[in-house]
């Protein structure tokens, strides 16, 4: 899916790769796109009628699946991708040609996979992809929660927050968003499990 441009092949050329690099390398070759976008087409708008067409189903889940792996909001993940080259590419946007998703739309994604279980049903293709090629050992579960920062703002068009979003406290801070508890195999170091909450629910022990 992702192309390269010449600008992007002489950099990557001349540049060290970092352990983002090798990081974002790793989840490409073990991520089954095909199986993904195939699982999530029925649920994705089709972008029929009046308003801005949908960005493409896997260019979107590419940088939902990047903004789970580094723990950024949604507005992170849209800096990010303006930021780094290595999301960049991952992602597969040229910013020459084209912007980048911004994080409302971002935002409508995770809740269209929210509403349709979806999230599971990701972990479940990519955990079916790995134990084909015999790479999920689980002798051993970690699991850690990550707040996703939403916007706390009522200036919006309903003038209200969104009712499935909560605080939570971390610490002596409070924080307004959606909680992540991702659960990785303690010998592998693999992600296996991804749920996301309301920012005030307890985390997921099992």
Known sequence: MTQTTFSDAEFTHKKKQTRRDRFLAEIEAVTPWPALVAALL????????????????????????????????????EDAIHDSQAIRGFVGID???EPAPDAT????????????????????????????KGLMMREGN??????????????NHDEKRDPEIH???KGKNWFFGMKADIGVDARSGLTHTLVTTAGNVAARRN
């Open 42 to 77: 029925p649920y994705y708008p089709k972008g029929e009628g009046r308003g801005r067409p949908p960005v493409g189903l896997e260019r979107i889940l590419r940088m939902y699946i990047a903004q789970q792996c580094f723990g950024l909001s949604d507005e992170g993940i």
């Open 95 to 97: 910013l020459t040609h």
């Open 105 to 132: 739309t971002l935002l409508k994604f995770r809740r269209l996979l929210e509403k349709h279980n979806l999230t599971r049903r990701i972990f479940d293709e990519i955990n079916g992809h790995l134990a084909s």
């Open 142 to 155: 970690i699991v850690d929660a990550t707040l996703i920062a939403a916007p706390p703002s009522t200036k």
């Open 167 to 169: 605080q939570s406290k």
